[in-house]
T-cell receptor, first 112, second 114 residues
Framework: DAGVIQSPRHEVTEMGQEVTLRCKPI?????LFWYRQTMMRGLELLIY????????DSGMPEDRFSAKMPNASFSTLKIQPSEPRDSAVYFC??????????FGSGTRLTVV | GQNIDQPTEMTATEGAIVQINCTYQ??????LFWYQQHAGEAPTFLSY????GLEEKGRFSSFLSRSKGYSYLLLKELQMKDSASYLC???????????????FGKGTKLSVIP
């Protein structure tokens, strides 16, 4: 199993640009989570899906953030427009249930 | 909501034992997890406790006391490769929503020295 696959690994973009982060969960995992990690705030849950349906998006910081899961094998997190304060490592994780989470390698986003 | 506290940093000597504490406050407790995260890498699952007591897995053990809102991770026979951040995470059942939320502490950075 290839695990949870995220792309890109690194992204540097200018303020105001649109950023799209991608995630492929482990096959058969019904739950998918997007987290953001910073030194100041640690790991924060942004949104999670169950069977491709968004269940809880209360962690999405504002309307500039949106997430989709068009099918069981793909999810995107989009930031439009991006701001310097969005700089962080964004992790995607999947789980076959609500117990063990497997994290992807993360996308390190830098907005300049 | 939840409040999860763990020490920011700890240092221990190779071969020694170290205990990393975690305290939490939550209204719908449904399990406590420990994750290990090496610098620049993703968190990886270490242990899971939902009932009181000690869970042992090789050199690592995790303890839970639900009445005290307290857990610890015990690492024995420390090795240099154990230098990492250790994240305590609490799963909470959200009332009225039928859903769960896993909230992480900010992590304890453990440095193992020779």
């Amino acid at each position: 199993d290839a695990g949870v696959i995220q792309s890109p690994r690194h992204e540097v973009t200018e303020m105001g640009q649109e950023v799209t982060l991608r995630c492929k969960p482990i096959s058969g995992h019904d739950y998918l989570f997007w987290y953001r990690q910073t030194m100041m705030r640690g790991l924060e849950l942004l949104i999670y899906f169950n069977n491709n349906v968004p269940i809880d998006d209360s962690g999405m910081p504002e309307d500039r953030f949106s997430a989709k899961m068009p099918n069981a094998s793909f999810s995107t997190l989009k930031i439009q427009p991006s701001e310097p304060r969005d700089s962080a490592v964004y992790f995607c994780a999947s789980s076959p249930d609500r117990y063990g989470y497997t994290f992807g390698s993360g996308t390190r986003l830098t907005v300049v | 909501g939840q409040n999860i506290d763990q020490p920011t940093e700890m240092t221990a000597t190779e071969g020694a034992i170290v205990q990393i504490n975690c305290t939490y406050q939550t209204s719908g407790f449904n399990g406590l997890f420990w994750y290990q995260q090496h610098a620049g890498e993703a968190p990886t699952f270490l242990s899971y406790n939902v009932l009181d007591g000690l869970e042992e897995k090789g050199r690592f053990s995790s303890f839970l006391s639900r009445s005290k809102g307290y857990s610890y991770l015990l690492l024995k026979e420390l090795q240099m490769k154990d230098s990492a951040s250790y994240l305590c995470a609490v799963r909470e059942l959200l009332s009225g929503a039928g859903s769960y939320q896993l909230t992480f502490g900010k992590g304890t950075k453990l440095s193992v020295i020779p």
